[in-house]
């Protein structure tokens, strides 16, 4: 069964602009959940979607946005990105969602470089 | 403020020795933990869980061991290896207010040949 995976790996942007990240889940997961990672810092839940609804969400603003798709694809939205939003992003997988006791598998990231 | 806690940023261990890697947690409605191994360039990997009816999980080299009424949990990894340098992870879950997955900072670990 193949992995998560994220689209693109690597991103560079200047503030101002918007970005859009990918997400593929597990063949069969329902709920994606993303989360972004800083230096010294651990992972930040950003928000958590489930059958294309968004079922939980962390403490973020605005500018940070999501949606899921009818096959489970989600996608993460950044705009008007600043400085600070520098990090790796992640989206993870499970079957059931957060809050059922059981794993969630992780993709390799995006990394976001924002000029 | 942090609800899950490594107040170890980094550690060192002979390799075949022992490593003991420690997390603390504050949200007594947190019931599942768990621990990811995290290489760089590579998003975090599973490596073993505990619910919290239980006080011991071993699954090969790993064990995890929960003391509910001290709020933590460690991670024993016996021997270490030189590829089990990494960053790992606690994190922790519950229901309710606490259902979304909570991470700790994580603790580099270095093991030495």
């Known amino acids: 069964k193949a992995g998560v995976t994220q689209t693109p790996r690597y991103l560079i942007k200047t503030r101002g602009q918007q970005v859009t990240l990918s997400c593929s889940p597990i063949?069969?997961?329902?709920?994606v959940s993303w989360y972004q990672q800083t230096p010294g810092q651990g992972l930040q839940f950003l928000f958590e979607y489930f059958s294309e609804t968004q079922r939980n969400k962390g403490n973020f603003p605005g500018r940070f946005s999501g949606r899921q798709f009818s096959n489970s694809r989600s996608e993460m939205n950044v705009s008007t990105l600043e400085l600070g939003d520098s990090a790796l992003y992640l989206c993870?997988?499970?079957?059931?969602?957060?809050?059922?006791?059981?794993?969630?598998?992780f993709g390799p990231g995006t990394r976001l470089l924002v000029l | 403020d942090q609800q899950v806690k490594q107040n170890s940023p980094s550690l060192s261990v002979q390799e075949g020795r022992i490593s003991i890697l420690n997390c603390d947690y504050t949200?007594?409605?947190?019931?599942?933990f768990l621990w990811y191994k995290k290489y760089p360039a590579e998003g975090p990997t599973f490596l073993i869980s505990?619910?919290?009816?239980?006080d011991k999980n071993e699954d090969g080299r790993f064990t995890v061991f929960l003391n509910k009424s001290a709020k933590h949990l460690s991670l024993h990894i016996v021997p270490s290896q030189p590829g089990d340098s990494a960053v790992y992870f606690c994190a922790a879950a519950g229901s309710g207010s606490a259902r979304q997955l909570t991470f700790g900072s994580g603790t580099q670990l270095t093991v030495l040949p």
């Open positions: 993870a997988s499970s079957l059931r969602g957060q809050g059922q006791k059981e794993t969630q598998y």
């Open positions: 505990i619910s919290s009816i239980k």
């Open positions: 949200n007594s409605m947190f019931d599942y």
């Open positions: 063949s069969g997961h329902r709920s």
